[in-house]
């Protein structure tokens, strides 16, 4: 990250009433650590816009540049922010990012203090994995009571947590969680807890939950590349033959964990035809992944096109064309990291889409973000910016 750098021109940048000045001048920010400078006036800027916070993605920015700068007096103002957009789709989680880059635990009590307050569900999704990575094992008791007492979205918070800070004995009482519940959201949260506890006993559980329920496709992406869960492969591949309707999502899963047994039946599939948007998507992460860059400009076409949501196939479920663009985008990222020759491509791929997102969900759009970022290094936003001008 950037120290000598001047932040001055970027700083009164931000306090234009344009929103699109301030955006960019955010984004320049990001490659400055300055936190003496900075963090007073991002504070200031994001004061003046609570508690409506109605331009979500210069919130986010803002709090991705408290994130990088590591200030601990930004810390208050993270939290007032989380507590004022809880319920949005980008926002906790660039909230809860710069909590965990700052890693002040003093914050932890008022985050417990959301959590408990919160009586619709909303804090559970993100505050927990912020709440397991800062109070650590101190909070384990708290939330192994939630396994019995609360509220569906309060356990499901409870799962989160203890599959990051449990001891061998919560493997048990997920397992017990995952067969007493009959929500199939509330057995994956379980089942995919305990699978950074018991690999083992989890693949039992999800073989379990595979056979009675009849929507794989909300545990699949849980399974999906997973090494501990490597030995479901030849199990999910005999699903696949049984199961037609779920052939795409079965077969894309066991590629993640065995490529050379479930990649031919893929593709062969592919050259069938007749798949949904998302399945379409899937399939295409899945070949790239395993290794096949012929696939990177259908991918980007994929992205750029329609995401799964320009054709409204009845097929599709919401939550199936998100997890289509988000694999699409992390298999891109993943061979972009690696292949020199398609790197520059796929970052402007990511650069555009992040400013026009066209038919991506904003979830999606904000992996492209965080991509970018991931390939370029944050620090670096301006290299990748000369890197690209020189290539045109």
């Keep these: 990250m950037t120290e000598a750098a001047d932040p001055t021109p970027h700083l009164g940048l931000l306090r234009s009433t344009d929103p699109f000045v301030q955006q960019g001048a955010a984004e320049a920010l990001w490659e400055i650590h300055d936190p003496e400078r900075i963090t007073p006036v991002v504070v200031e800027v994001l004061r003046s816009m609570h508690p409506d916070h109605d331009n979500k993605h210069l919130t986010a920015a803002l709090l991705h540049v408290l994130e990088h700068q590591r200030d601990k007096t930004a810390v208050p103002m993270i939290v007032e922010v989380l507590e004022a957009v809880m319920g949005d789709d980008i926002m906790p989680e660039a909230a809860c990012a710069a909590l965990r880059a700052i890693g002040d635990v003093g914050c932890v009590p008022h985050l417990l203090a959301l959590y408990e307050e919160d009586d619709e569900g909303l804090y559970a999704d993100a505050l927990a994995p912020v709440l397991a990575e800062l109070g650590g094992r101190h909070i384990r008791d708290r939330f192994v009571t939630d396994l019995s007492h609360a509220e569906e979205d309060k356990r499901m918070g409870a799962f989160t947590v203890l599959g990051r800070v449990g001891v061998a004995s919560d493997a048990k009482l997920l397992m017990a969680s995952a067969k007493r519940t009959d929500s199939d959201w509330e057995r994956r949260a379980a089942l995919d807890a305990l699978a950074l506890l018991d690999p083992a006993l989890a693949q039992k559980g999800f073989k379990r939950a595979l056979k009675r329920t009849d929507r794989?496709?909300?545990?699949?992406?849980?399974?999906?590349?997973?090494?501990?869960?490597?030995?479901?492969?030849?199990?999910?591949?005999?699903?696949?033959?049984?199961?037609?309707?779920?052939?795409?999502?079965?077969?894309v899963t066991a590629a993640s964990l065995d490529p050379g047994h479930a990649l031919p039946q893929l593709t062969a599939l592919a050259d069938k035809g007749h798949l949904t948007p998302a399945g379409r998507g899937q399939i295409l992460a899945a070949v790239l992944a395993a290794g096949q860059p012929s696939v990177v400009e259908e991918c980007i076409a994929f992205l750029e096109n329609n995401g799964g949501f320009a054709e409204d196939h009845p097929g599709d479920h919401h939550h199936e064309r998100i997890d289509a663009q988000k694999a699409v985008v992390h298999a891109l990222q993943a061979h972009a990291d690696k292949t020199p020759a398609d790197f520059l491509k796929v970052c402007d791929a990511f650069d555009a889409l992040r400013k026009e997102p066209s038919g991506l969900h904003q979830i999606a759009a904000h992996e492209c973000q965080r991509a970018i970022e991931a390939l370029t290094g944050t620090e670096r936003f301006s290299q990748y910016r000369q890197w690209r001008s020189s290539q045109s």
């Design 216 to 251: 794989p496709d909300i545990f699949l992406p849980t399974i999906a590349g997973r090494p501990g869960l490597a030995g479901l492969a030849s199990f999910l591949l005999k699903r696949a033959r049984k199961d037609a309707d779920h052939r795409v999502q079965y077969l």
